[in-house]
């Protein structure tokens, strides 16, 4: 099993910085992507960001610019940085990895907890 574990959520003012860390533990042989999905109440989730092994990034159009996604593989660790805050941005951010265990040959997506993320106006 692998687990995931969010940390950096908060109450900002729009315009403000916020970073999310998310650790992936457990019996973790290979994980392709990871990133971060984020779901607002009365909404569903939404991409946000994703980031490959190699380092590729995709970017939901709403945070390009502004919002950035990096990890350390060797800690099996994804971050978000996230600039110039809106109120639209406040949700629950959900971090996922993409994780092949040994000895198989398919992925499974693995999910945190979530941190909400509030920014006030």
């Known amino acids: 099993q692998v687990q995931l574990v969010e940390s950096g959520g908060g109450l900002v003012q729009a315009g403000g910085s916020l970073s999310l860390s998310c650790l992936a533990s457990g019996s973790i042989f290979s994980i392709n992507a990871m990133g971060w999905y984020r779901q607002a109440p009365g909404k569903q989730r939404e991409l946000v960001a994703t980031?490959?092994?190699?380092?590729?990034?995709n970017y939901a159009d709403s945070v390009k610019g502004r919002f950035t996604i990096s990890r350390d593989n060797a800690k099996n660790t994804v971050y978000l940085q996230m600039n110039s805050l809106k109120p639209e941005d406040t949700a629950v951010y959900y971090c996922y990895a993409d994780h092949r265990p040994r000895g198989t040959v398919r992925y499974t997506d693995y999910w945190g907890q979530g941190t909400q993320v509030t920014v006030s106006s």
């Open positions: 980031i490959t092994s190699g380092g590729s990034t």
